[in-house]
């Protein structure tokens, strides 16, 4: 059975789900304000041919991007209808669409489209057959695309899904032709309430949280898919769920350079600009049979394992696997047929390659967002020489948990936290009014001040009454 625990905290917002307690996938996700899908009036305010970009005022800091490509007959002055695909960045406003589409759990509404198309994880033409003719008889024109989520699921199930995405889309319509300028029409679900509303089945024993609003939010969402499957969430207010629930614990070794395995055998992952290098060992494992039998058995141990790495660590581009050297080419295909199989778990698209006769197994994985390590790991500040340290995100992170159980176990009100310089400064730099929003939330005074002795990880507490 699944468990899903959400963890949200002033810096970040985090998804975590245990398969019998093993850790099986991580997403994080920035608390800043989240853009990417929203639907907007906009209003073109500049048309540059040169590179074919319009730049479009839609209420926000900076004006967006819409590539001239597909969107000739756009004026100068005109409203447009657009949706955000990619968030601002830097100097840099946010990337515009002009064909909209809204995820439903089954269902992506695509209304500028001029056909249906199935995903290609629903790989049985039965079934694929099944559901788009449901689609069809209860739509013709619906347009779009049928999700994988789709497999086994009821016409009535389909239809609650096609019935929501028109009339949410009828309403954007209709705001859109209310009034003029540069307005937002509709703002997404975040990632978390996103991903439980899509993955949310009899197969999710608990869902739980640590903030009394996403509560609130997903129960919503739960009772609109099954009444019975708000009894699955679990509300732990202001308690550091990821420790309750041994995730951070479990985090922290999938983090690490070596990983080991559970018969003794261990990872060394090394992470370059180019690609990624997983070197496997067979280590402490011996074995009871012979050594071809115990180099196969470390490798499809391995095999399991470096999938669930990259879903939980989510490495992208080229991963280079140096499997331990086997003769048997039954061997190698067994543990290819074994690794796709854990690679078919994954949503990312993601390719094995084969095996050279050196054992090497090259994968690629598409990019879509900075990996995991980018969050809780930076480069050292002393040696610059590639050695990772905690990040001042999970820092700032450590920060809050401290003050969580102060707040819960103790009576003070005032708390004073020293760090190492170069925290302290960072903090200050890029992260100050999070530390004030820490305040707030817990209703503690936080002073943080400088310690040049205290080591980068290390914090200390001082209360005061």
Known sequence: MKNIV???????????VLEDGKLSELFIESSSSKTVSNIYRGVVKKALKG???????IGTEKLAYLSMKKNENIKC????????????????GAKLNTEISFAGRYLVYIPSNDRLTISNKITTEKERFRIKKIV???????????????VGCSKEEIESDILELKEKYTNILKEFRLGIGPKLLYKDLDFASKYIKDNVNDSVSKIIVNNNHKYEELKSILVNINKEYKDKLILENNKDVFDL????????????RKVWLKSGGYLIIDKTEALTVIDVNTGKFTGNSNLEETVYKTNLEAAVEIARLLRIRDMAGIIIVDFIDMQKNEYKNSLLEVLNEEIYKDKRKT???????????EIARRREK??????????CFVCKCGESIKSTNRVLDEVEKEVMRIKEHTSYNTVKIELNNYVVDEINKSYKGKIDKISEKYNVIINIDKK???????MKIIFNS
């Open 245 to 256: 629930y041994s995730v951070q614990s479990q985090i922290d070794k999938c983090l690490n």
């Open 6 to 16: 959400i963890e949200s905290l002033v810096n970040s917002q985090k998804v975590a």
């Open 452 to 458: 040049a002795e205290i080591q980068h990880e290390k």
């Open 51 to 57: 590179i074919e970009a319009y730049f479009i005022d």
């Open 351 to 361: 390719n094995v390659m084969g095996m050279t006769k050196l054992g090497l197994v």
């Open 77 to 92: 002055g005109q409203d447009i209808l657009v949706q955000i695909n990619k968030e601002a960045i830097g100097t840099k």
């Open 370 to 379: 900075d990996s995991i390590d980018s969050y809780y790991l930076q480069e």
């Open 136 to 150: 069809q008889s209860i739509d013709k024109d619906f347009t779009g695309i049928i999700r994988t989520e789709a």
